[in-house]
T-cell receptor, first 110, second 114 residues
């Protein structure tokens, strides 16, 4: 069963607008969450993370929000740029590994 | 090395053949992970190494899959008697201390079984 879920397989956003990518998880024991970005033919690269003791972490144009009661996190990108077009994976830290969601393909158009 | 290196980058094999995929982690990284991404799927965990031992093999989908790591460095993922459903991108990642919070991924091996 999927412990980390990204229910939107794709998202299309106009340049300059906000992109919001969502992620849900089922295991309340997860204590650390990450977002990775993946371009075609490349490995995923780390983008931003958040500990379960926080509800928000910001890094430049990227902000991750965590709602523990809802077991939900989201990634906000503002303003969105064409170079942000990629697949975004949310991940949760298990004891010895990361568990990834299925990814959301973001397309930012001019 | 500067990054995680995987070879080959692409592999086409006939159904029933064995394949070996190689991962060369970042020097000094003690933890090494194998994942795969099938078409339309997320990153599926396969196996985790800490040094040369594999404390978590829970993701290996069948006994046709095996992996080893020698010298605390290079790892080889072997798939025996490949099937079409094995077609996927196989990704390797390493991290410095075994914490899953600092993965660096390689570019992956795209395996196609025909």
């Amino acid at each position: 069963d999927q412990q980390v879920k990204q229910n939107s397989p794709s998202l299309s956003v106009q340049e300059g607008r906000i992109s919001i990518l969502n992620c849900d998880y089922t295991n309340s024991m997860f204590d650390y969450f990450l977002w990775y970005k993946k371009y075609p033919a490349e490995g995923p690269t780390f983008l931003i993370s958040i500990s379960s003791i926080k509800d928000k972490n910001e890094d430049g144009r990227f902000t991750v929000f965590l709602n523990k009661s809802a077991k939900h996190l989201s990634l906000h990108i503002v303003p969105s740029q064409p170079g942000d077009s990629a697949v975004y994976f949310c991940a949760a830290s298990d004891t010895d590994k990361l568990i990834f969601g299925t990814g959301t393909r973001l397309q930012v158009f001019p | 090395g500067a990054g995680v290196s995987q070879s080959p980058s692409n592999k086409v094999t006939e159904k029933g053949k064995d394949v070996e995929l190689r991962c060369d982690p970042i020097s000094g990284h003690t933890a090494l992970y194998w994942y795969r991404q099938s078409l339309g799927q997320g990153l599926e965990f396969l196996i985790y190494f800490q040094g040369n031992s594999a404390p978590d093999k829970s993701g290996l989908p069948s006994d046709r899959f095996s992996a080893e790591r020698t010298g605390g460095s290079v790892s080889t993922l072997t798939i025996q008697r490949t099937q079409q459903e094995d077609s996927a991108v196989y990704l390797c990642a390493s991290s410095l201390s075994g914490s899953p919070r600092g993965y660096t991924f390689g570019s992956g091996t795209r395996l196609t079984v025909v």
